[in-house]
Nanobody, 124 residues
Framework: QVQLVESGGGLVQPGGSLRLSCAASGFTTDYYIIGWFRQAPGKEREGVSL????????YYADSVKGRFTISKDNAKNTVYLQMNSLNPEDPAVYYC?????????????????WGQGTQVTVSS
């Protein structure tokens, strides 16, 4: 049974940094992708960054390019999202999601597995 456990959210001042972690378990293949999504109150769930666990291909939404970095540690089955220069448009619940496929896909509806979410708050 696949499980995703997120950690690392919290409160940070504008311009600050946070690192989110997503620990995956239960996969029986190396060919899966992990994505970070976020959802702010009253807004749709947005794909922020994705990574392929097999070939490390990555995707970033335009809103986070140059500020966020996604990375993986296959030995630990863990994906990280380093978030720098956080601004007032970044606060949301951040979710880790996974799906067994080759190619990256941005649509949240394509992901079968989801973590519980972690809150990111940006405030002075």
């Amino acid at each position: 049974q696949v499980q995703l456990v997120e950690s690392g959210g919290g409160l940070v001042q504008p311009g600050g940094s946070l690192r989110l972690s997503c620990a995956a378990s239960g996969f029986t293949t190396d060919y899966y992708i992990i994505g970070w999504f976020r959802q702010a109150p009253g807004k749709e769930r947005e794909g922020v960054s994705l990574i392929s666990m097999s070939d490390a291909t990555t995707y970033y939404a335009d809103s986070v390019k140059g500020r966020f970095t996604i990375s993986k540690d296959n030995a630990k089955n863990t994906v990280y999202l380093q978030m720098n220069s956080l601004n007032p448009e970044d606060p949301a619940v951040y979710y880790c999601a996974a799906d067994t496929r080759w190619a990256l896909v941005v649509a949240a509806s394509e992901y079968d597995y989801w973590g519980q979410g972690t809150q990111v708050t940006v405030s002075s």
